[in-house]
């Protein structure tokens, strides 16, 4: 019997398939570089009635046909439109999310992170391997907030960014702790107050002041008839001082964006406003202690090229909190990316 030819290597039109990881990182800024384009001109707020081609859409928009056509073909594969056998391209469940005004829109977040402040940080992830400094600071000469209060159309789209980051997630932390019935809650560097809205649209009972930089809290979310008088908003500085008399206080998505060493001058500063006993809420992704997948793992690199910051583990957090004067009572998981630590001022 003659020996059998060696396996030849594949022609057929899928044999790239098995390097497709590889091309999945490789092309990753193209993903998101398209994206952004259709977000912009606003593809998928004019996909919400009914399908439409990529001629029809560029009749309605000024575009050019072709290559409208083909990053919609693009993101398609992606899953973000579907499209049909005539050339129509509809929206799917995620594209629905790139609507403005949609329930739960994603459709500023796309913006913030396809900004040009987040894919310079990004191109120095090179130079942070070396440094340790985030690429933010190399590309625009300063810490991103520094640059935020300098910068209000900037700032502007943070803020609404973070906002309909949190859309739909609030209320899904609002739902999984038990808030107490009575009280004050005090939302420190509580952005535009999407959370503590939820908290006591929820919670009839309770009042709360929202805490922030003076030109976050003057665009909040709180102005609603079911909180007529039950809200009030304060700006200042969570490294100078943090707002006292609050019987419970939240921290959601703060300590991330920040080394160590400032977690615990803010967390000092809170120890110092309220009594022994008083619970604070640390809200934040918790990453596995071991080596498990977490979706947080692709954030943690956001912290690392934008700001010091970074995603911490159970054990990270406790050490922290104990450093402030905190005791961790528990952990709460949420049916969102993030937990909820509630800790005891001791």
């Known amino acids: 019997m003659s020996a059998r030819p060696a396996p030849q290597p594949s022609t057929t039109a899928n044999s790239h ?38 001629e029809h859409l560029a009749a309605k928009t000024g575009l050019k046909a072709d290559p409208l056509h083909r990053i919609l073909r693009l993101l398609a594969v992606r899953g973000i439109f579907q499209q049909d056998t005539g050339g129509a391209f509809a929206l799917t469940p995620a594209g629905h999310a790139l609507r403005a005004g949609a329930a739960g829109s994603q459709r500023d977040a796309v913006l913030l992170f396809t900004d040009a402040m987040f894919r310079r940080s990004a191109v120095s992830l090179d130079d942070t391997l070396r440094t340790g400094e985030p690429g933010f600071d190399s590309a625009y000469g300063m810490p991103l907030f520094d640059h935020l209060t300098g910068h209000p159309e900037d700032s502007r789209l943070f803020d609404t960014a973070m906002s309909s980051l949190t859309s739909g997630v609030n209320e899904k932390i609002a739902e999984s702790y038990p808030f107490p019935n009575t009280g004050r809650i005090v939302d420190v560097a509580g952005g535009r107050g999407g959370l503590l809205r939820a908290v006591l649209t929820r919670h009839p009972g309770l009042t709360g002041l929202l805490f922030d930089r003076p030109e976050t809290v003057t665009d909040h979310l709180l102005n609603t008839g079911e909180l007529t008088g039950r809200w ?115």
């Open 232 to 346: 009030q908003t304060e700006g200042g500085d969570v490294f100078t001082a943090v707002p006292s008399d609050g019987d419970l206080y939240l921290l959601k998505n703060i300590l991330h964006d920040f080394p160590d060493d400032d977690c615990l001058r803010i967390l000092t500063n809170i120890r110092r406003a309220v009594s022994t006993g008083t619970k604070l809420l640390v809200i934040d992704a918790v990453l596995p202690d071991d080596a498990t997948p977490h979706p947080a793992v692709a954030l943690d690199i956001v912290m690392l090229m934008t700001l010091r910051g970074r995603e911490r583990t159970r054990i990270e957090f406790e050490q922290l909190l104990q450093d402030a004067g905190f005791r961790v009572n528990r952990t709460v998981p949420t049916p969102a990316l993030t937990s909820i630590i509630e800790a005891e001022a001791l």
């Open 17 to 54: 398939h098995s390097a497709s990881p590889l091309h999945d990182l490789m092309y990753g800024y193209i993903h998101a570089s398209a994206l952004r384009a259709v977000v912009i001109h606003r593809i998928p707020d004019l996909l919400a009635e009914a399908p439409l081609t990529a």
